[in-house]
């Protein structure tokens, strides 16, 4: 918990004293659960929630990546649409029909597929070294910006 912060705690804890992590999992048929994600790190796509991390690692399968983070982009009918934020390894081609053809010939939902592909030649980074999702879509969503001018 937190030291002298009870509303914080009445937030991270639930009534029965179990504290929530924000991660999401799964429980496997064998009875083992298996961490899927991060609850803060989802896309909500006209109400379908879409974890970045499974896109992410599915995309980092593809020969040409690097490296992926997918972020949500505001969309007026959906509210968010997905991204792609690749880098693409040296020599490597990456376009956006590629990439929703690997992703379906992987067996993606269609509503999972990112909308939206930016080839980047480097991620913003935190103090911390992790890749700034919140500095990724500021960036995207500028461009956007400028594209609809």
């Known amino acids: 918990g937190y030291f002298r912060a009870p509303e914080h705690n009445a ?4 009534p ?8 999401l999992m799964r429980r496997h048929p064998s009875g ?12 909500n796509r006209g109400g ?3 974890s970045a991390e499974e896109i992410e690692n599915l995309i980092l399968s593809h020969p040409a990546v690097q490296n992926a983070a997918c972020i949500p982009v505001p969309d007026p009918i959906f509210g968010e649409r997905m991204c792609a934020c690749v880098l693409v390894r040296s020599g490597g081609e ?4 590629g990439l929703v053809a690997f992703l ?9 597929l990112p909308e939206r592909l930016e080839i980047m030649a480097e991620f913003p980074m935190s103090a911390i ?4 999702k ?16």
Request: hydrophobic residues 35%; aromatic residues 8%; glycine residues 10%.
């Open 11 to 14: 937030g991270v804890f639930t």
């Open 16 to 23: 029965d004293g179990f504290y929530r992590t924000g991660d």
């Open 32 to 43: 083992n659960y298996i961490v899927e994600g991060r609850k803060k790190d989802l896309i």
């Open 48 to 50: 379908e929630k879409i």
């Open 94 to 97: 990456l376009t956006f029909d």
């Open 104 to 112: 379906s010939a992987k067996g993606i939902a269609r509503h999972k």
């Open 129 to 132: 070294g992790k890749v700034s």
């Open 134 to 149: 919140n500095s990724l879509v500021q960036m995207v969503t500028q461009k956007m910006d400028k594209e609809k001018a």
